[in-house]
């Protein structure tokens, strides 16, 4: 069956430093990959997504790659704020389903 | 923009006592889900729906009902409320069609049973 795995947290940071959340998928056939955010008290809500190979997703500031090979979709920012302070969670839809399977989700702490 | 709410963002409710919680989309999405979040668990799928009075059982369907009786509307219901029961529940609705599987969520609700 299908399955994430995402680094386990909390991750913490400085402002302004690098950030990279690792995320590994299993999936039959050719998934879709997503990267959704939970700020505190909140929802989730998509970060960004990529739905084939080499397919970059992106949205403020956040980049990650589907990279087929390494079945990974590994999430990176280049400097960080405090208001990114979040759960992040890595997700894939597969197989014509469209019940998503997540990862359990990282949490992110960044001090100014 | 989509817009998933739910009916209450915190409940107490006592043990045994029947809860709903409800879930409206503004999207006209086919799908609608219900999760529970638990810290160290990540989210849980308890029950979708692909379409009006259709169901299907998730992950942790026991000790939960739902209903569809309109497209928009989703709603849980915890029959005899239990203290394992208390936890955050999202709703989310989304697409059937192909490429379209993002899913969106409401606030959530953060239940505590007593």
């Known amino acids: 069956g299908n399955s994430v795995t995402q680094m386990e947290g909390p991750v913490t940071l400085s402002e302004e430093a690098f950030l990279t959340i690792n995320c590994t998928y299993t999936?039959?056939?050719?998934?879709?990959l997503f990267w959704y955010v939970q700020y505190p008290g909140e929802g989730l809500q998509l970060l960004l997504k990529?739905?084939?190979?080499?397919d970059k997703g992106s949205n403020k500031g956040f980049e990650a790659t589907y990279r087929k090979e390494t079945t990974s979709f590994h999430l990176e920012k280049g400097s960080v704020q405090v208001s990114d302070s979040a759960v992040y969670f890595c997700?894939?839809?597969?197989?014509?389903?469209?019940?998503?399977?997540f990862g359990r989700g990282t949490s992110l702490i960044v001090h100014p | 923009d989509v817009k998933v709410t739910q009916s209450s963002r915190y409940l107490v409710k006592r043990t045994g006592e029947k809860v709903f919680l409800e879930c409206v989309q503004d999207?006209?999405?086919?799908?609608m889900f219900w999760y529970r979040q638990d810290p160290g668990l990540g989210l849980r799928l308890i029950y979708f729906?692909?379409?009006?009075?259709?169901?299907e059982k998730g992950d942790i369907p026991e000790g939960y009902s739902v209903s569809r009786e309109k497209k928009e509307r989703f709603s849980l219901i915890l029959e005899s409320a239990s203290t394992n029961q208390t936890s955050m529940y999202l709703c989310?609705?989304?697409?059937?069609?192909?490429?379209?599987?993002?899913?969106?969520f409401g606030p959530g609700t953060r239940l505590t049973v007593l």
């Open positions: 997700a894939l839809a597969s197989g014509g389903s469209y019940i998503p399977t």
């Open positions: 990529a739905t084939k190979a080499d």
């Open positions: 999207m006209d999405h086919e799908n």
């Open positions: 989310a609705s989304g697409f059937s069609r192909a490429g379209t599987d993002t899913q969106y």
């Open positions: 729906s692909y379409d009006v009075k259709m169901k």
């Open positions: 999936a039959t056939g050719y998934p879709s």
